[in-house]
């Protein structure tokens, strides 16, 4: 459940793309808040100490500036590829369950030498996926320009390393330190408002102003996603519960990466350039269904 829903997270964006992405982080942060006071029905409001608080805190800062690049991501690249470069994001969380968190603690040679194959087919997956941006000067419709493209799939993978670095937060406090989710994730909420509101402030355009002129439909897009990213977080943290970050991510990820690739290709047609279509679609397929098999051989070894 949490891979379709974070999959599916940035359909709003699709419908407000004018709105700068320093802007919309803020509108979204605002809704993650909105979810985590709700998200406290589901997961408890038992206490959390000040210590694994202002980490929790801190976790939501982190995350909002890799949400911030996703969104970059997003608004250049398309869903499609940007969702299968965030793939990287369970090779990392992989590495941080293990190194940082003992997770499978009963890992064997030979499953270590199962898991390095997977992350190179990871890795393979998203090379293939990285070369399918339309070529310089095509002619029809086409996603967007190679430039841009690529600018947004370094986004994309630069978001990455937060997210994990986030997950491994995370995931410490509940599952090493024993803080109970609800308040976790009340703690993470303003830490997201703070850091979005810091993020807009520093972007280049200084996107406060921007955030205070758009239309409120803009506005309401942007919540939407945040509180669909809190639904996305309830049944996460679930899931990281029973499994950790090391098992649980790639799971979550290889579904999302399915999920928002539909929704890019199918829906948003992102796809389109008549000249290079059957190649880029055939390299797309080739390196998503490689990373997927990877991240598929992480979750069941």
């Known amino acids: 459940m949490a891979g379709l829903l974070f ?8 419908y407000c793309t004018l709105f700068r992405s320093g802007a919309y982080n803020i509108s979204m942060a605002l809704g993650i808040s909105l979810g985590s006071v709700l998200s406290l ?4 409001v038992s206490g959390i100490t000040p210590p694994l608080s202002a980490l929790a805190f801190a976790g939501g800062m982190i995350w909002v500036v890799g949400n911030y690049l996703l969104v970059q991501a997003v ?17 990392f969380s992989f590495v ?17 030498a199962l898991m390095a194959g997977a992350v190179c087919l990871v890795l393979t997956g998203a090379f293939l996926v990285t070369g399918t941006r339309p070529r310089e000067g095509a002619t029809g419709e086409r996603l967007r320009g190679g430039e841009a493209v690529t ?22 406090i509940i599952n090493k330190a024993g803080a109970s989710a609800g308040p976790t994730f009340i703690s993470i909420a303003p830490g997201a408002v703070l850091g979005a509101v810091l993020v807009a402030f ?25 509180l669909i990213w809190a639904t996305a977080m309830v049944c996460i943290m679930f899931g990281w519960m029973g499994t950790g970050i090391a098992m649980g991510t ?23 350039d008549p000249e290079n279509r059957g190649a880029a679609v055939s390299r797309f397929v080739a390196g998503a269904v490689l990373t997927v098999l990877g991240i598929a051989v992480m979750a069941l070894i």
């Open 7 to 14: 999959g599916s997270q940035f359909i709003p964006s699709k």
């Open 250 to 272: 790639p799971v979550q990820v290889g579904t999302q990466t399915l999920v928002s690739s539909l929704w890019g290709i199918l829906m948003f047609g992102e796809f389109r």
């Open 151 to 172: 600018k947004g799939l370094v986004a994309a993978f630069v978001a990455t390393i937060f997210f994990s670095v986030y997950n491994v937060i995370i995931s410490f």
């Open 41 to 44: 029905l589901f997961l408890g």
């Open 75 to 91: 608004s250049k690249a398309g869903m499609a590829r940007s969702f299968t470069v965030i793939n990287f994001t369970a090779v």
């Open 202 to 226: 520093l972007a280049q355009n200084n996107d406060i102003g921007e955030w205070k002129t758009a239309p409120v439909k803009w506005h309401l897009l942007a919540l939407s996603q945040g």
């Open 96 to 112: 941080g369950g293990v190194a940082f968190l003992g997770e499978l603690p009963e890992a064997t040679p030979f499953r270590l």
